[in-house]
T-cell receptor
């Protein structure tokens, strides 16, 4: 059973920077896992942020960046805004099957 | 504008069956890979099933918890993707989202499994 692990919660100040990570139980995450990141606010459907490790959708704010960091996928939020408070999920692909991460609740305080 | 509208969610008894539909518009459906994702109440996201376009082989992939019970299919003439769910269990209770290859998401439809 493959497990994709994220930090349960992170707190950041407005205007600050926070890094969310996404680790695989199978070992180091590489671009071959096609990391994707999603944002979900209460009562709403998830919204895609990044794919193929670091590609942004047309609607993704510039302050969101995807990357690989220390064997994990990462989502870096810069110049954090109050509206960035949400749950964030990563997804990795294993042989064509997607597995979502456990999710990170980001609080802007 | 891309639109994905799910329907078919309802209350079903354990062991029952249900078919979800997702009507798509605003893009070239027959070239699209479509994925179903679910979210149990108060829980995280779970990837359920994906169907590739016919031009990419029409391959269907399933998460382990639903393999053998759920079937994903598509009707390109109707721009609709389906999720046939059989032998339903209480743990299948969730909001089911239809997605355009995880890029665009519908608003979801609630499936409740309870006696």
């Amino acid at each position: 059973q493959t497990v994709v692990t994220q930090e349960p919660s992170l707190t950041v100040s407005p205007g600050g920077t926070v890094t969310l990570t996404c680790a695989s139980s199978t070992g180091a995450v590489t671009s071959d896992y096609d990391p994707n990141w999603f944002q979900q606010k209460p009562g709403q459907a998830p919204r895609a942020l990044t794919y193929n490790t670091n590609k942004k959708h047309s609607w993704t704010p510039a302050r969101f960046s995807g990357s690989l960091l220390g064997g994990k996928a990462a989502l870096i939020l810069s110049n954090v805004q109050p509206e960035d408070e949400a749950d964030y999920y990563c997804l990795l692909y294993y042989g064509g099957l997607g597995v979502f991460g456990t999710g990170t609740k980001v609080t802007v305080l | 504008e891309v639109q994905l509208v799910e329907s078919g969610g309802t209350l079903v008894k354990p062991g029952g069956s249900l078919r979800l539909s997702c009507a798509a518009s605003g893009f070239t459906f027959n070239n699209a890979w479509m994925t179903w994702v679910r979210q149990a109440p108060g829980k995280g996201l779970e990837w359920v099933a994906r169907i590739k376009s016919k031009s990419d082989g029409g391959t269907k992939d399933y998460a382990a918890p639903v393999r053998g019970r759920f079937t994903i299919s598509r009707d390109d003439s109707e721009s609709t993707v389906y999720l046939q769910m059989n032998s339903l269990r209480s743990e299948d209770t969730a909001v089911y989202y239809c997605t355009l290859d995880l890029g665009r998401w519908g608003q979801g439809t609630l499936v409740s499994i309870s006696s």
